[in-house]
């Protein structure tokens, strides 16, 4: 029963559904239990949210970036699977706060800096950072350097991921680097920039720790980092 509930949230990540009032990318699903569904039922039959959160969201979201990888999903099919994903976590909330919360990974800080108003991106990879076992802190748009390196002393956080879509607003990562540097915080609180005009050269260049080149690398590289102890 348990083994096939997993199953049934994989494919309803797979196929975008938030919740029965959804269409899968596939026909025929309009009326059948979305994750928000299942991720309950799951909850009902005794299954531990570690199981769901490994087992059921975040492997879902690992096929979903084998698709991709493959060219057979394109941005909108991981976006609507992120949602999906974020609606089984809102499911699980209460129980992961019972629990101690789902942050075993680490805490990573999210923001887009200061003067960029973009965050779609930003927002995929918090749900995925989310899914994957990290406690995320999303700190929003056009936020300022300074407010960044704060929070993430104050949250005593392991990781601070930087999006921005802007030639002229990536500059700005740089500033949250020398923040940390200034504050002495850069050995404990690594970086990690993502964004259409962000690169491997660019995260060298401004001191960054690491770049991922869309979602799906974000997640690995933090994993990365954590694994092997490049943070606190």
């Known amino acids: 029963m348990g083994d096939k509930i997993i ?5 309803n990540v797979l196929q975008g559904r938030r919740n029965k009032d959804d269409e899968g990318i596939e026909e025929d699903y309009i009326g059948e239990p979305g994750v928000a569904e299942l991720v309950q039922e799951a909850l009902d039959n005794g299954i531990d949210t570690n199981t769901i ?3 059921g969201l975040s492997k879902g979201m690992e096929q979903v970036g084998e698709k991709y990888e493959t060219g057979e999903y394109f941005i909108p099919d991981m976006l609507t699977a992120a949602e999906a994903v ?6 699980m909330e209460p129980h992961l706060a019972s629990e101690g919360g789902s942050g075993g990974k680490g805490k990573v800080i999210m923001a887009t800096v200061e ?3 973009h965050d779609i991106g930003k927002n995929l990879v918090s749900i995925m ?3 994957a076992g990290f406690n995320v802190v999303d700190m929003g748009i056009d936020v300022p350097a300074a407010r960044i390196v704060e929070a993430a002393e104050e949250e005593n956080a ?3 991921g930087l999006s921005a879509l802007l030639n002229t607003t990536m500059t700005n990562m740089e500033d949250v680097v020398k923040e940390l540097d200034k504050k002495g915080l850069h050995d404990k609180v690594k970086v990690i920039i993502g964004g259409a005009p962000t690169s491997d050269d660019f995260a060298a260049e401004i001191g960054a720790d690491g770049y991922g080149k869309d979602a799906f690398a974000a997640i690995r590289i933090a994993e990365n980092l954590i694994q092997a102890g490049g943070t606190k």
């Open 86 to 91: 974020e609606a089984g976590m809102t499911v």
């Open 129 to 131: 950072l989310k899914g």
């Open 7 to 11: 199953e049934r949230i994989v494919e």
């Open 158 to 160: 392991d990781l601070i």
């Open 115 to 117: 003067k960029d108003l």
């Open 53 to 55: 959160l490994l087992e």
